[in-house]
């Protein structure tokens, strides 16, 4: 079985985040009256990095927890495990963070089991506890914890949706790529890459976007002109590190590749 990825980190700077609306706000209000927050949008737009902000800006631990299809319920709040001879109780990451405080971030939700999401309802609700039945516990959650997680509405199957029952334990947040000028200067930031320079690759980013539902499942991601500029500064010629950084990760299909290429020339030559 594949573990869980689990992350516990505490950060003293906060985490580059450019705003793009009143998510901040929303947050930090959820967070102070005890409610859930789900949040949601595309790959590669800024989710994960947003929570990174917002647990930086209020002063809390944050427990990451990225979801697979192999994560199970136990996975989250713990299992007895063999140690020296003798049977122990381990906490899961859900569990740990219901008992020290802090934010747990469960990403890409509907990729785990759905005993997950039966285990996560008490949380978010009035009751705010967690029930541990194997030890017979019951713990409430402090005031501090704060329970989010995400997804990505554009993967949904019939196989892999959220509930409407689970949708509506939490606060919202739908998140989309920023304006182009924001985005450029998120990606010249974090690539080194001068603004000039930065912006046919979100003007190609936004023609490709426009494909997705036709020929792509998935449109380029914030993450993937960061990747390609990081390329071009680094001294990639463009053409190799838009085919590496933007092209390749969105298809495995020649034709389909073909196409985009086309788009490629069509925008930067």
């Known amino acids: 079985m594949k573990a869980a990825l689990h992350e516990v980190t505490s950060v003293p700077e906060l985490p580059a985040y450019v705003v793009s609306g009143n998510e901040c706000a929303l947050f930090e209000h959820a967070w102070r009256h005890r409610l859930p927050v789900l949040l949601k949008g595309p790959t590669g737009c ?3 990095r947003f929570v990174a902000h917002m647990a930086a800006r209020l002063g809390l631990p944050l427990h990451t927890v990225a ?3 192999d994560l199970t319920a ?13 049977t122990v109780w381990t906490d899961g990451p859900l569990t ?3 008992r020290e405080g802090g ?3 469960l990403d890409e939700v509907v990729e785990a089991r759905k ?12 009751r705010r506890i967690l029930p541990l039945e194997r030890t017979g516990e019951e713990l409430a959650a402090p005031n501090s914890f704060m329970l989010v997680v995400s997804y990505n509405p554009g993967y949904q199957t019939l196989l892999k949706a959220l509930k409407p029952s689970t949708r509506q334990r939490f606060v919202a947040i739908e998140f989309g790529f920023l304006p182009s000028e924001q985005e450029i200067a998120v990606v010249s930031a974090e690539s080194g890459l001068p603004p000039e320079r930065v912006r046919p690759l979100v003007g190609l980013a936004g023609r490709l976007r426009a494909l997705r539902g036709h020929d792509l499942e998935e449109g380029v991601s914030t993450r993937l002109v960061i990747y390609c500029a990081t390329l071009i500064a680094a001294g990639t010629p463009i053409a190799d590190a838009v085919l590496a950084g933007m092209i390749e990760p ?7 590749k073909a196409a985009l290429l086309d788009v490629v020339r069509a925008v930067i030559g």
Not at 115 to 126: A, C, G, K, R
Not at 250 to 256: C, F, K, S
């Open 115 to 126: 005993d997950v999401t039966v285990v996560l309802h008490p949380l978010t609700d009035d």
């Open 46 to 48: 800024g989710k994960t």
């Open 250 to 256: 969105l298809t495995d299909d020649a034709d389909v």
């Open 74 to 86: 136990a996975d989250l709040t713990g299992r007895y495990l063999l140690r020296g001879g003798d």
């Open 67 to 69: 979801c697979h299809d």
């Open 96 to 98: 740990r963070a219901v």
């Open 103 to 105: 934010i747990c971030y």
